[in-house]
């Protein structure tokens, strides 16, 4: 039953994609531009992958039209967010937020390049001491030595 | 008959991979000459009969063969023959036959092409070959076997999904698996290595000119799903951060990472440890792209054809070959010798900048693609990972990795000049200057992102160019001079300078076509004009279409332009009979560098339909990018210096020459 229900969500999710429709358009440009931005974050929850800016999902235009009704009623960006994430879960973020349960996906990358700056500095140190400081007194007469006879 | 033959072939050939994967490898650990010896004939033979399995199953496709399972499910009698052909490939169980042709095809290519390899480490790569073709052998053999019957036979089939109907799935899979595969090489010289417990400058190039091959066909590989996407998908969207497209983007991100890192071990017997682990990670990544695509553990726009019942194999395979390979990595690293030294700013030391920055953006990457996986098994927690994530933890690595890129080439090998550098670079500092002071005068402050973006783009183009012409003394010799010079470089240089260049194309193509899309989403009635920019967008009328298995309706749109008609366009809504399954397909019209695409809503009655158009302007410039970084790779490989076997140069100059 699973299966055959991804499957049929899997085809949902390919029908000929269309996403917002000229009757959704707001009038007032700025809104609408912010509706556009909010919806580029906003998964469209029975696709993969897809945000609800660009899924022609019946739910992709429900939630469209609803933070559409939203930004005109006044809300911000934010209480927009927060309105869905109270209805749908936080699986409507495409961004998910920055929390405990999500520190390890956000500080990936910064502790990856950290670790690798770390071992490429440690790499370049161990290096230079190991370098120069070699030669002692007795070497570096033989050197001097060495070199003087070379004229 | 041919079918059972196809089926038989591929026994033999799990035979064959079994005997190729243990004679070689005792042969090497006890110096056995003649077990060792046996390595090549059998990758051969191993790839004749993969390939005559392949050529089978294509035949029953040819024939449309209906008495095969697989070819029922996935084909049709009315298909046309090109499709017929790439199905083969469109569903699970052809692709892991694909999958494992190319495996075989690259052993068989060491094993032809290898005479000069140490024959212990010759056997040993091939060894390490068969081994992942067993695996993957019995995994079609045991799970996804393509030669099943179907009794009684069905007298037509089901088709292929519509999507997949498409030149793009004959093209797309093949080269991206050409790269995915291609990696496996790379891989087995890596552990040829920790086995031998041997690794100098002669490994690293024998190993970067097939490093090299699986990147160009990585690198065209993506770049054609992404234009795929972009056309079929009917959203004008070419890049979607999609798990499957990940999948694939990693293994690139390491491959781009080793490129560089076997230049330092080749010319310099430098960062071996981090090379050999660089190759492990590229082919596990590339198993980790296979695993997520084939079990089915993430449904995505791309996974058409899956089944998680299979996953549980291709884990088992993918813990074996990755565990197997770090443990061996672990044990034997230490053992490695380390090479030369160099100072931080040092031509060694940028790459190692490289090789950071691009580890770093395929860990993000990897991370985020994995993250809502692993918090839902493990807390049943739902989140989702999509492109805003994306855009903003791989936007700021890239970054820093671009603007150093040009100033990698300009430092000298051990110890580098970073002023010289700077100095060199002055025309790409002026052209910097230039494109921003432009964008401040005739956009305002606003559009100042976009023009640090633009910048970014010149500044790969003009740096790139700026070591070519420095290197030929362009402007500082006479012209016949540099001329002399520029046939006296290897071609690996012509290769390095296309590549920076093409990720400079790449980056201004999708800097332009972000900021500068325009769209239009409106309804239209037959008769009707939009204007988009300075042309005018008619919709004439409909005409009825079909073709092989659908059937449709596409809208003819003319575009005029101060009255003359420039193009038209034919934008279509197919209904594919046999799956009931409606598509749109959009309608394309390239004007110089940028692209007119229109698709269509539903049709009403009266012809009323929704129409979305969108403007993208320099976009083809991305994929373009991808083509010249492939064209680079390619010139670089047929550098003599790179041919398997060839004397190592020793003139002066060539040292430079390098990446």
Request: hydrophobic fraction near 55%; include cysteine; glycine fraction near 8%.
């Amino acid at each position: 039953m699973r299966r055959l229900l991804a499957a049929l969500l899997l085809m949902l999710s390919l029908l000929p994609a269309l996403a917002v429709q000229p009757d959704e358009v707001l009038p007032d440009p700025a809104l609408e531009a912010r509706a556009r931005s909010l919806s580029t974050e906003l998964r469209c929850l029975i696709c993969q992958s897809q945000s609800i800016d660009d899924s022609d999902a019946t739910i992709a235009r429900d939630l469209r039209i609803l933070i559409r009704e939203r930004l005109k009623a006044g809300d911000s960006d934010a209480e927009v967010k927060a309105f869905l994430v109270d209805r749908y879960g936080e699986y409507v973020l495409l961004r998910p937020t920055f929390a405990w349960h999500t520190l390890l996906l956000w500080a990936a990358a910064p502790l990856v390049l950290l670790i690798g700056v770390v071992l490429s500095f440690g790499l370049f140190r161990r290096r230079r001491i190991a370098e120069p400081a070699a030669l002692t007194a007795e070497e570096e007469r033989r050197v001097e030595a060495l070199l003087a006879r070379d004229d | 008959m041919i079918v059972e033959l196809g089926h038989y072939a591929l026994v033999l050939a799990l035979a064959l991979s079994i005997a190729g994967a243990a004679l070689p490898l005792c042969g090497a650990l006890v110096g056995d000459r003649r077990l060792m010896a046996i390595a090549s004939p059998v990758s051969i033979a191993l790839f004749a009969f993969v390939a005559a399995s392949f050529a089978a199953l294509t035949h029953a496709y040819l024939v449309s063969d209906f008495s095969v399972r697989n070819v029922v499910e996935n084909s049709h009698s009315m298909k046309p023959l090109i499709f017929k052909i790439s199905g083969v490939w469109g569903n699970h169980e052809g692709s892991m036959l694909l999958w494992v042709l190319i495996l075989a095809l690259f052993g068989a290519l060491v094993a032809a092409f290898g005479n000069n390899l140490p024959m212990r480490l010759k056997a040993l790569v091939l060894a390490v070959q068969s081994m992942i073709g067993t695996a993957f052998l019995l995994f079609i053999l045991t799970t996804s076997n393509p030669f099943l019957r179907l009794v009684p036979a069905p007298v037509e089939g089901n088709d292929l999904n519509p999507v997949l109907q498409d030149i793009g799935l004959a093209i797309h899979p093949p080269l991206l698996y050409l790269g995915y595969v291609g990696c496996s090489i790379s891989f087995a010289f890596a552990i040829a290595a920790l086995i031998d417990g041997r690794i100098d400058a002669a490994w690293a190039r024998w190993v970067r000119p097939w490093t090299l091959t699986a990147w160009i066909f990585l690198t065209l590989g993506i770049a054609m799903g992404s234009y795929w996407a972009y056309y079929e998908l009917g959203w004008g969207g070419w890049w979607f951060w999609d798990p499957v497209e990940n999948a694939s983007f990693m293994p690139w991100l390491a491959a781009t990472a080793l490129l560089h890192s076997a230049v330092v071990m080749e010319k310099r017997d430098a960062l071996k440890v981090w090379t050999i682990l660089l190759a492990i990670l590229t082919f596990s990544l590339s198993l980790l792209g296979t695993f997520l695509v084939r079990s089915g553990v993430l449904t995505s726009v791309h996974a058409f054809a899956t089944d998680p019942t299979r996953g549980i194999f291709i884990l088992i395979i993918l813990c074996l070959f990755i565990g197997g390979s770090f443990s061996l990595f672990a044990l034997r690293a230490g053992t490695l010798a380390q090479g030369g030294l160099f100072a931080p700013i040092s031509r060694e030391g940028s790459l190692v900048l490289n090789n950071l920055l691009l580890t770093a953006a395929c860990a993000t990457v990897l991370v985020g693609t994995l993250y809502p996986l692993a918090l839902e098994a493990l807390t049943g927690e739902k989140i989702s990972v999509g492109a805003p994530f994306f855009d903003m933890t791989f936007g700021p690595l890239m970054v820093p990795l671009l603007i150093a890129v040009p100033f990698g080439p300009f430092l000298a090998w051990k110890r580098g000049d970073l002023l010289a550098a700077c100095q060199r670079l002055f025309a790409a500092f002026a052209a910097v200057l230039l494109t921003i002071g432009v964008g401040l005068v005739f956009a305002g402050p606003s559009k100042a992102l976009t023009f640090f973006g633009i910048a970014l783009a010149v500044w790969l183009l003009v740096g790139s160019l700026s070591e070519f012409a420095f290197r030929i003394k362009l402007f500082r010799a006479p012209l016949g001079e540099s001329f002399r010079r520029a046939r006296g470089l290897p071609r690996a240089a012509f290769g390095m300078t296309l590549a920076h260049g093409g990720l400079g194309l790449t980056v201004l193509g999708i800097i332009a076509s972000t900021t500068w899309n325009t769209e239009t989403i409106t309804t239209m009635k037959p008769g009707e004009s939009v204007t988009i920019g300075s042309r005018i967008v008619t919709l004439d009328g409909f005409l009825p279409v079909s073709g092989g298995t659908y059937s449709g309706t596409a809208a003819r749109f003319t575009v005029r332009e101060g009255g003359t008609t420039v193009a038209t366009l034919a934008p279509e809504k197919r209904l594919y009979q046999v799956q009931n399954m409606p598509t749109t397909e959009s309608a394309i019209h390239s004007f110089g560098l940028s692209q007119l695409y229109i698709s269509l809503g539903d049709v009403k009655a009266d012809g009323t339909t929704v129409v979305r158009i969108y403007f993208k302007v320099m976009i083809l410039l991305i994929w373009l990018g991808a083509i010249v970084m492939a064209l680079g790779g390619a010139l670089s490989l047929s550098d003599r210096r790179l041919r398997v076997g060839a004397p190592k140069p020793a003139r002066a100059g060539a040292a430079v020459a390098a990446e």
